[in-house]
């Protein structure tokens, strides 16, 4: 412990520069694709009868859109926890203004194939202006397929809401924010970075406003089901650590803690600070941890309270997943790591010697 030593660095996290690229126009040139009324579809995904966290977002990021915007929130599946969920999204938040239902076995499991096409046939009917979807798998996956039908261009990983048409989005694995604006034809399709848009907690007499529920006449959807995808298993780790998307504190690991085995150190931890575990992309790829715990640009973005890096190096794929966090802590036995560059608190030592002592002295969770 003695040939540690404690760095307290307070450093600009990311270098922020506004671009227009040269799809976009200057904010004085008319907009054509400006329609003055904003109506925004949101497409949510749904778990065990509720709408998942990163949809509401969505919905808060719709809601910054415009003041007037007219809410739809879409959710598809089937049997008792699609109508459960529906209720759920009904008043899950004051700006809602209706909650489409799909009811059918086509969208048991969200497949992107049948959700893209129910997205354009909704869209026929409802004439939205905007349609948005988190920016997680579910999102990813569809968004850009839907996008095709329409003959759109999607801007994806929104971080901020500037106008109706004008967004902020990161590039260079986070390195940059650039500054888009949407110069195409409605509908215009986002996806956005739940963590930008957090949700605010309610007022109580806010969940009295419920929002109503309709039915989509999937009559004109059409019998055509043969998808390139293939639904094959579900498959999820039962754990009471919090989801890493939405934690207030994550624990990661990355290559430093040389085995699975190791690995087992990070869950001890986690469990005493009520935190998710996450991983870099080398401890996924060693096998130490499956790879949805992993964390960075091809991984989930977090940005939680805290975030604890534990033998991480800090390549900038690993960054663009969690420089947006709060405090950032690294233990590295490496001065020189790049992660020292993003950290608020940064160690130097040995991961070996330190977890164990800080296991040691936390008390157990209560
Ligand atoms: C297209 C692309 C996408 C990628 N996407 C991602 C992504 O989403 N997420 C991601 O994480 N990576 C991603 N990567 C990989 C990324 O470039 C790095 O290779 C990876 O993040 C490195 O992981 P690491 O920090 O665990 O390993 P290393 O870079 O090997 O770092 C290990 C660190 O552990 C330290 N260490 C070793 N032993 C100890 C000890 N006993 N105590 C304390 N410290 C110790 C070392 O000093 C070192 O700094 C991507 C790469 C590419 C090309």
Known sequence: MATRTMMLRALTKRRRFTTLPPFSQSSS?????????VSTLVLAEHEGGSIK??????????????????ISVLLAGSGSSLQEA??????????ISQVLVADSDRFSYPLAEPWAKLVHLVQQKGGFSHIIAASGSFGKNILPR?????DVSPITDVTEISGSHQFVRPIYAGNALCSV?????NPCLLTIRSTSFPVPSMPADSKSNVAPISQVDLSAFGEDTICKSRYLKHTSQDSERPDL???????TGGRGLKNAENFKMMEKLAEKLGAAVGATRAAVDAGFVPNDLQVGQTGKIVAPELYMAFGVSGAIQHLAGMRDSKVIVAVNKDADAPIFQVADYGLVGDL???VPELLEKLPEKK
């Open 352 to 354: 070996f010697e330190v």
């Open 245 to 251: 998307g939405n934690a207030r504190v994550v624990v």
């Open 181 to 185: 604006r949407y110069t195409g034809a």
């Open 29 to 37: 040139s008319p907009l054509t694709s400006v329609s003055r009324f």
């Open 146 to 150: 839907a996008a095709a039908l329409l």
């Open 86 to 95: 529906a209720t759920h999204a009904a008043s899950c938040h004051p700006s």
């Open 53 to 70: 966290a990163p949809s509401v977002s969505a919905v808060v990021a719709a809601k910054s859109l415009s003041e007037d915007n007219s």
